[in-house]
């Protein structure tokens, strides 16, 4: 048990950029523990935290803030990321106020077991109060693939984005639990399952959390505890915190870990380009059949034939270049419906804090709607239950065609003023809402989830 929390095991995940950290924190949030994501403390932080923004906006001029007060977090990453001197005035600044918070959520939260994910879990003090450290691991050619689909990223850019990263292998040294990750998601939940039995051996399961039901619409209930999450790093001019002595790791290997590498390996041979369990994009990692029709995760290799439907399906309308999609990819991930080798159905979609939102939704020719369309909907509002989401968002535009509106309201999406919506799903509206469209919600629960995930 932790040190610090005794009551509590305490699992720090870090991994290399894109190796599927995401994924294994869903796993764990499914399974009863509170989740803490590093980097969306330091999100909130900028995004609610007023002495956070006022000492950063002082640090690095009124032009890094929004009107609003927020952050505007592109343009301090374009300021802090080309100066080291400015990332460590930025860790000083925000540095205190993570671990602060950590600290609170785990003291406050009954859940016996904990994942805590830092990308310098290790770099930062944060380790030596962890029992265990679990590191996710793939191959490099994964987690460029991953970075051009779910970020945008050219070849050449992915490559160097991963080329920057310290080795894996430095952090798998040093970690009691190794999860690969480059097969198939059902591969990678089972690397989770046998590394979460071990860790709960001893331990009752955890509780899930409970919440009121939430009438919608009516009046706006108290605004839920938002669940922070940290990136801990280390401030500058402080020395790393020691790490104690770990047992050797607990790797998933042997016989069992061999056979799949081997079969991972196969699958890349013979298919070229696995589906791969994800990281931040709530996308499915396997294609899923409904017939004749194949549901699935956009590929690099698919740009042309997304841009062409989205120029048929809106009579030229809407023409994006190349650059422009890629540079989309980075914000939503994009589902492809087709039957056969034609692809009929194009779908962006996010999801973050709880709320999945659906902001492009794209059908060529016009009668694959009913069959390919639905679909490719049916796989979203699956994932999104899989994600423990609350609601689904829609922003169709407003000259959608009446027939994909249809298909919407057939499904149980209804259209909202998103003022009169809870405080977290109108915060994502307002952040996700394309100008010129109208908001269409979906609910897949009655009941709120007091914190996101």
Not at 312 to 329: D, H, I, P, Q, Y
Request: charged fraction near 25%.
């Amino acid at each position: 048990m932790s040190k610090r929390w005794p009551d509590k095991k305490v699992v720090g995940l870090t991994g290399n950029i894109a190796t599927g950290k995401s994924a294994i924190m869903h796993m764990a949030a499914e399974n009863g523990a509170l989740t803490l994501d590093a980097d969306k403390i330091v999100h909130q932080l900028l995004d609610t935290n007023h002495d956070i923004q006022a000492a950063v906006s002082n640090a690095f001029g009124d032009e890094v803030r929004r009107p609003d007060g927020r952050i505007n977090r592109p343009a301090l990453a374009a300021v802090v990321f080309n100066s080291p001197e400015a990332l460590r005035t930025l860790e000083k600044i925000v540095h205190p106020a993570v671990r602060q918070v950590i600290y609170e959520q785990v003291d406050n939260n009954p859940a016996t077991i904990v994942f805590i994910e830092a990308i310098k879990l290790l770099e930062g003090g944060l380790a030596s109060e962890c029992d265990q450290v679990w590191v996710t691991r793939c191959l490099e050619v994964t987690q460029i693939e991953r970075l051009m689909v779910c970020r945008g990223m050219d070849a050449e850019t992915a490559a160097l984005r991963v080329k920057a990263q310290p080795s894996q292998e430095e952090k798998v040294a040093r970690a009691d639990v190794v999860i690969d990750t480059y097969g198939t998601m059902a591969d990678t939940r089972e690397y989770f399952d046998i590394a979460w039995g071990r860790l709960i051996q001893d331990l009752p399961a955890p509780p899930r959390p409970a919440a009121p039901v939430v009438p919608l619409p009516g009046p706006e209930p108290a605004a839920p505890a938002v669940e922070p999450v940290v990136e801990e790093t280390a401030a500058a001019g402080e020395p790393p915190a020691e790490t104690p002595a770990r047992k050797p790791p607990e790797r998933l290997s042997g016989a069992r870990a061999a056979e799949l590498r081997k079969r991972f390996q196969s699958q890349r041979d013979t298919a070229g380009e696995p589906e791969t369990a994800e990281e931040p994009v709530a996308i499915p990692a396997e294609p899923r059949q409904a017939g004749d029709v194949t549901v699935r995760r956009a590929r690099p290799s698919d740009v042309p034939s997304i841009l062409l439907l989205i120029q048929r399906a809106t009579n030229g309308a809407v023409k994006l270049k190349r650059a422009e999609l890629l540079m989309s990819l980075g914000d939503r991930g994009y589902l492809i419906g087709q039957r056969g080798t034609e692809i009929s159905v194009i779908a962006g979609w996010s999801s973050e804090n709880l709320v999945a939102r659906i902001d492009q939704f794209y059908v060529y020719p016009p009668d694959a709607l009913e069959v390919t369309g639905t679909a490719a909907l049916q796989e979203i509002e699956d994932t999104a239950n899989e994600l423990i989401c609350e609601c689904i968002l829609a922003f169709p535009p407003h000259d959608v065609p009446a027939d994909v509106r249809q298909l919407f309201e057939r499904r149980g999406y209804v259209e909202v003023d998103r003022e009169v919506l809870p405080a977290v799903w109108k915060t994502a509206a307002e952040e996700s809402q394309p100008p010129g469209t109208f908001v269409l919600l979906k609910k897949l629960r009655d009941t709120r989830i007091t914190s996101p995930v």
